[in-house]
């Protein structure tokens, strides 16, 4: 089994920044991918931004630019650096490790930007 636990939501003013961090019971090099998603309310849950086991990192257009995606092996963590929060960002974010096909998600942390 894998367990995911994210941290870091909060709420912040538009233009603001906030870390969103997620950490893994298992090594996050053995994973295919990591990657986080979102799901604003009244919403399907959409991808924020990914990252393969390889390094390459994929976002949505909505955020290219503004969140930053990384990991860091020796604390067996995926984390979001956002900045420019606007709004829309207003959603509950998850964290998501793939691997053979297999997807495993956390409980999600609020994140609340305000204008």
């Known amino acids: 089994q894998v367990y995911l636990v994210e941290s870091g939501g909060g709420l912040v003013q538009a233009g603001g920044s906030l870390r969103l961090s997620c950490a893994a019971s298992r090594r996050i090099f053995s994973f295919d991918a990591m990657s986080w998603y979102r799901q604003a309310p009244g919403k399907q849950r959409e991808l924020v931004a990914s990252m393969a086991s390889g390094g390459s990192t994929n976002y949505a257009n909505s955020v290219k630019g503004r969140f930053a995606i990384s990991t860091d092996n020796a604390k067996n963590t995926v984390n979001l650096q956002m900045n420019s929060l606007k709004p829309e960002d207003t959603a509950v974010y998850y964290c998501?490790?793939?691997?053979?096909?297999?997807?495993?998600w956390g409980q999600g942390t609020q994140v609340t930007v305000s204008s």
């Open positions: 998501a490790a793939h691997h053979w096909g297999e997807d495993y």
